[in-house]
């Protein structure tokens, strides 16, 4: 069975200045996806980036930004600038590659509480 | 286009009783799944329906049951409830099933029981 960690319950950065969340997943599979969802106090879960196993190439959204090292099952987010609003949970998880009708889900890992201090 | 909307929103219940929340995809989609956020446990998967039909389901006792109805709006209903159900419960939908198909996530009804 897949398993994903997020090794860093608590994270506080500040303003303006860069930070980087870790995540790590167990798998088997050689095909999947790969995404940071973003919770805010609200609670709407926001799709924040997402990353394909068979691409190389980093995901970049805006001033978000992944390292995924596949060998090393690691998928970690980096935020450059931040902002007050991308204060909130954000989840690493993980879904196999399936094609339409096929079963699979999202596997989440326990979360990141990120603070940004103005 | 409106989002993926829950109702109710808040919701609490006594130990023994039954409950039925309800989702409502994005118009289009035809995908919903369910998960319970737990502070314990963090966010479990706990089935997937795709046009009228349970396509998936996760690892939780047979008190947890839902349908899908053919406008793919969707309920989930628990009965006897107890305390460790107390969660919020967040419903997503996609366009289809398939990895390639995004899930967006309503805002989620907060169960508690007690």
């Known amino acids: 069975a897949q398993t994903v960690t997020q090794s860093q319950p608590e994270m506080s950065v500040q303003e303006a200045e860069t930070v980087t969340l870790s995540c790590t997943y167990d798998?088997?599979?050689?095909?999947?996806?790969l995404f940071w969802y973003k919770q805010p106090p609200s609670r709407q879960m926001i799709l924040v980036i997402r990353q394909e196993a068979y691409k190389q190439q980093n995901a970049t959204e805006n001033r978000f930004s992944v390292n995924f090292q596949k060998a090393a099952k690691s998928f970690s987010l980096k935020i450059s600038d931040s902002q007050l609003g991308d204060a909130a949970m954000y989840f690493c998880a993980y879904r196999s590659a399936f094609g339409e009708g096929s079963q699979g889900n999202l596997i989440f890992g326990k979360g990141t509480k990120l603070s940004v201090k103005p | 286009k409106a989002g993926v909307t829950q109702t109710p929103r808040y919701l609490i219940k006594t130990r023994g009783q039954q409950v039925t929340l309800s989702c409502s995809p994005i118009s289009g989609h035809r995908s919903v799944s369910w998960y319970q956020q737990t502070p314990g446990q963090g966010l479990q998967f706990l089935f997937e329906?795709?046009?009228?039909?349970?396509?998936n389901k996760g690892n939780f006792p047979g008190r947890f049951s839902g349908r899908q109805f053919s406008n793919s709006r969707s309920e989930m209903n628990v009965s006897t409830l107890e305390l460790g159900d107390s969660a919020l419960y967040l419903c997503?939908?996609?366009?289809?099933?398939?990895?390639?198909?995004?899930?967006?996530f309503g805002p989620g009804t907060r169960l508690t029981v007690t």
């Open positions: 798998t088997s599979e050689s095909d999947y996806y």
């Open positions: 329906y795709f046009s009228e039909t349970q396509r």
């Open positions: 997503a939908s996609s366009y289809r099933t398939g990895s390639s198909y995004e899930q967006y």
